[in-house]
C-alpha cells in the first residue's frame, strides 16, 4: 500500500483546509495510506472541530511540534527547524518511509528541503518548479523555472529544458516540443541569458526555439523554459486572472505540482490551497508516485 | 502650427493603414500639421486605391526611398538606412521640423535612432519603453521597461522608477506609488538585480516596495518597475488576453505610447496596428507634445 505523506501546518489556511482535504482525499481514492506530518494534537481537535464523520484512524500521524511561516526564512528552516512537519515529510521521504511528499507550505524551505533530504537526479544541477499554463481545449503547456531559481545559469535552463520534456511525456504529451521563453523569435533575441542558453538548447530533442510571451496560450510549444524570476511573475500574474473573468487559470483543479529532478517525488500545493485544492494536492501526489 | 511625423512605412499593414488612419487623424484633430515620412509615389497609390475622400495635399510629405523591415537588425538600420522612414523622421524631429514622431515600425531601430538622434535627458542612463496596464475602472498601472532593455542594471531600474513615476504624474496620477516587480514581497526577496535595485530604489519618491505578478491588476502600485526582458514577456503575454475574453487588453485604444527618457517625444505604436491603432497613435502623439 502506497503512504501519502501530508504536511498538515501547510498553506494559508493551515489545518482548517489540510483536515478537511485530507479526508475529501481518503474518501476519493483506495488502498493508499495517509501519513499526516504536524501537531497531532491540533489535527485532533480541528477533526472533531469539524465535527464531521471523520474517522482519525484511518490515517497516520507523525508529530511534529515545530512549524515553517510562510515567511520563514527557508535556510533558517533548514537549520533551525528539523522538526517541522516540512522537514520531517521530507526525511521520512528520504528514508522511505513514505513514498511521496506534498505540502502547500513554504515554497523556499521545502525546496532546499527536499535538495538536502532527497538530492538532485544526477547530472540535474537545479530541480525545478513548474505550472501547468491552460491554452483551452483541455490542453496545458508546461512553464519552468516558476520561482525556485531566481538567479539562472545558461545550463540551469538547459537542466529546465529535460526536465520539461519528460514531464511532458510523463503526462501524456506525444512529442513535446520545447520552446525557450524569449522578447523575439528570431535567434539571437534577448537578455545575455537566454542568448547564451540558445546555444545549449539547440541541441536538445524538440527544441524548436524561441517563445514570446503571446505563444504562451497558443500552440506553439508544450514547454515553456525561463528563469525562475520571470516564470514566477508570469504565473502569479495569470492566477490573478482568475478574478478577471478568467476562470480556466484556476490553480485549484490540479492543487499541486511536483518538483522536477528530485530523486523522490515531492509535490508543492498552493499557498492559498482550499480544502478541495489539497484533495487534488494529494490526488496529484499519488499519481506522481 | 504643430507638426506631427508619422511613419508611413512602418508597422505590419504599412501604408494600407496608415494612410486611412493618417486621414482618420486629421480629420479628428484641428489646427495640426501631419507630415508623412515614406515612399510619396507609394502613398499617393495607396490614396488613390482607397479611392476615399482623401485629399492629398492636407498633408506635407519627406520622400523616403528605403524602409526598416521588422526584422532588421537596428544596428544594420541605424548605418545603413538612413535614408528610410524612421531615421529621416527622427533626424527631422532632432532639427526641429516636426515636433513629433510617431511609428509602427521596428522598436529597436526607432529606440536606438532616436537615442542617436534626439538623445537622452541629462542624468538618464537608458530611455524606455513603457505600457498601460488596464486594471479596470478607467485605471490604469504603468509598466516600465517593456523591451527596449533586455538587460539591464541596477541604476536602469532606477531611472525607469523617476521616469515612471513623472509620467504616471502627467498623465493625471496623483501622487503616484511606485512598486518594483519581484517574485515575493518582503525586502530581501529576488533575484540579484532586483535585491540591488531594490536599494537604490528606497530613496526614490512614494516607492512602495516589492509588488508581485499577482499585484498588476489590483491597486497596490500605479507604475510597475522591471527589467526590460520580464516588462516584454508580460506585455505580450497581456496582449494575447484580448482573444481570450479579455478585451480590455486591447491596445489599440491608445495606438502608441511615448519612449520616456529623450529630449523629445517619440511615439511607439503597435507592430500590428489597424487603422484605427493608427489614428490613436498619431493622437497620443499629439497630447505627448
Redesign the interface.
Known sequence: MQRIGIDMMGGDYGITATVVGAWLAYNDTENIKLVLFGDEDYITKEMKRVSYTIDRSVFEYVDCRKNVDT?DDPYYALKELQDSSIMKGLEYLSKGKIDVFCTAGNTGATFLGAIKHIGAIEGISRPALISLIPK?NNKFGILLDV?AN??CKPENLLDFAKLGFEYAKKIGIENPRVGL???GS?KG????L?KESFDLLEDTPNFIGNI???????DKADVYV?????G??????????VT???PRFDSEQYGGMPILGLNKPVIIGHGKSSTVAIKNMIETAIKNI
Chains 1, 2 share one sequence.
Open positions: 515567511g483551452g520561482g531566481a538567479n521563453l524569449n522578447i528570431e533575441k534577448g537578455n545575455t537566454v514570446e510571451g503571446g505563444d504562451l496560450l497558443g525561463c528563469d525562475g524570476f520571470t514566477n511573475i508570469l504565473l502569479k500574474f495569470c492566477e490573478s486572472l478577471k473573468g478568467l
